[in-house]
């Protein structure tokens, strides 16, 4: 885990954002591998700004940390919303980044709302 200044969980939301919008590009253009991976990175992202706001760290290992992470943010704000959001991407990360698996336009768009939903709840954690 690296230790973050909780000021940065905007920047990190921001990140998300970014590749949220780069996810629905590519949906809209027919490159459903790139719409997956991209909305899997925004929901890693949001993840972090979630982490950081909360924790003051993030993950910088393996994704059990990120998973681990984001129990303890539970935790703390008593909603489990993303969990199962979380755990679902970092396991399509590693299956479309890691050993080339392909991702359908189905899964793509599945994946995709999951990150607009993701990144919109994570918006209105650090937020308040």
């Known amino acids: ?20 919008s780069s996810a629905m590009d590519s949906l809209e253009k027919g490159r459903p591998n790139a719409a997956g991976f991209d909305a ?29 992470l984001h129990v303890d943010v539970i935790k703390v704000v008593h909603d489990d919303f993303g969990r199962a959001i979380i755990k679902e991407a970092l396991d399509k990360r590693s299956a479309i980044g890691y050993m080339g698996k392909r991702m359908g336009a189905a899964d793509a768009r599945s994946m995709v709302d999951k990150a607009v939903r993701f990144a919109g709840w994570v918006e209105k954690m650090v937020s308040g």
Do not use: C, W, Y
């Open 1 to 20: 885990m690296r230790e973050e200044p909780r000021g940065r969980a905007a920047e990190f939301l921001q990140q998300a954002k970014e590749f949220l």
């Open 40 to 68: 899997v990175q925004s929901i890693i992202n949001s993840n972090d700004a979630l982490t950081v706001k909360f924790l003051g760290r993030r993950a910088s290992k393996d994704h059990r940390e990120a998973v681990n």
